[in-house]
T-cell receptor, first 109, second 116 residues
């Protein structure tokens, strides 16, 4: 079966670093995406990993280990505007996205 | 680049009426468009995948006669919720892909449907 797990909710402090984990089991694998979704809005693309390793993009980094079926999104220098849900999604052999339930990130001052 | 628009952004209708939602790729031609539904505090649920000029592929459990999808051009797809009922109230989001390296999906802003 296909399954994506990520924590339901996390809390972090402004200025700190937070790591959001995602584990997956999918039929076929054509990459893993991270999206950010603010309440009441559509998701916006953050990152894409298809090879093992770390992809860094400004304050956000994403890591992938295909052998472990594991990814994480690392957010540095947290800002209040980073409060949002973070969705992990894998692309299966049919190039369709399989979505996790999302992790609600709460940033406190 | 890669902007997707949706119209309307919000609609309130009476039970039994039909509602049409438009999804447009503004600055690129979308080989494939996707329609999602999202209930509060839940993840995106794919409803259907559509390619221009062909019939949409619906996910299991999605009634194709209730959720009519038309993908008339490479920049426009429409979703019509026919005979809407209160349980159809949801956030409907479309996305489009160019089929590029990432097959990245670009999302529209979503349509909030409330059926009274």
């Amino acid at each position: 079966g296909q399954n994506i797990d990520q924590p339901t909710e996390m809390t972090a402090t402004e200025g700190a670093i937070v790591q959001i984990n995602c584990t997956y089991q999918t039929s076929g694998f054509n990459g893993l995406f991270w999206y950010q979704q603010h309440a009441g809005e559509a998701p916006t693309f953050l990152s894409y990993n298809v090879l093992d390793g770390l992809e860094e993009k400004g304050r956000f980094s994403s890591f992938l280990s295909r052998s472990k079926g594991y990814s994480y999104l690392l957010l540095k220098e947290l800002q209040m505007k980073d409060s949002a849900s973070y969705l992990c999604a894998t692309m299966d052999s049919n190039y369709q996205l399989i979505w996790g339930a999302g992790t609600k990130l709460i940033i406190k001052p | 680049g890669a902007v997707v628009s949706q119209h309307p952004s919000r609609v309130i209708c009476k039970s039994g009426t039909s509602v049409k939602i438009e999804c447009r790729s503004l600055d690129f031609q979308a080989t494939t468009m996707f329609w999602y539904r999202q209930f509060p505090k839940q993840s995106l649920m794919l409803m259907a995948t559509s390619n221009e000029g062909s019939k949409a592929t619906y996910e299991q459990g999605v009634e194709k006669d209730k959720f009519l999808i038309n993908h008339a051009s490479l920049t426009l797809s429409t979703l019509t919720v026919t005979s809407a009922h209160p349980e159809d109230s949801s956030f409907y989001i479309c996305s489009a892909t160019t089929g590029g390296d990432y097959n990245e999906q670009f999302f529209g802003p979503g349509t909030r449907l409330t059926v009274l």
